[in-house]
């Protein structure tokens, strides 16, 4: 059975090296900066992530989600805690966000059982 998590990770950092290796100014202005919103400030890293995952569901992003699914995981959130932020993204964005709650779902669910 192939491992999405690792897949994912894989497929995002070989993409990412390419697009950094372009030495474009604007695009690694933005990498940073993206960087740089999730740190450590006047709110913490878990609640910024969970705004990230709120946000990304809402615009239906898909890459972004799994983005910020790890990250939260990785922050030690608890399903229920992220459960609930996906609760708000799905009122805010509406009925055409559950195909994406739907994967939001799967992707906790490979997060929690890899090995």
């Not at 897949?7 to 070989?14: L, T, W």
């Not at 740190?39 to 910024?48: F, Q, S, V």
């Amino acid at each position: 059975m192939p491992n999405s998590v690792s897949e994912f990770n894989a497929y995002r950092s070989k993409m990412n090296d390419a697009i950094l290796a372009d030495n474009n100014k604007i695009i690694k202005r933005i990498f940073n900066l993206d960087t740089n919103a999730f740190t450590e400030g006047a709110l913490d890293k878990k609640t910024k992530e969970l705004l990230g995952l709120v946000a990304s569901t809402v615009l239906r992003c898909d890459d972004c989600i799994k983005y910020h699914l790890e990250a939260t995981y990785k922050e030690g959130l608890k399903k229920e805690e992220v459960v609930e932020a996906l609760g708000i993204a799905t009122l805010v964005g509406g009925t055409i966000v559950i195909p994406h709650l739907r994967r939001a779902y799967e992707y906790w669910d490979a997060l929690e059982n890899q090995q």
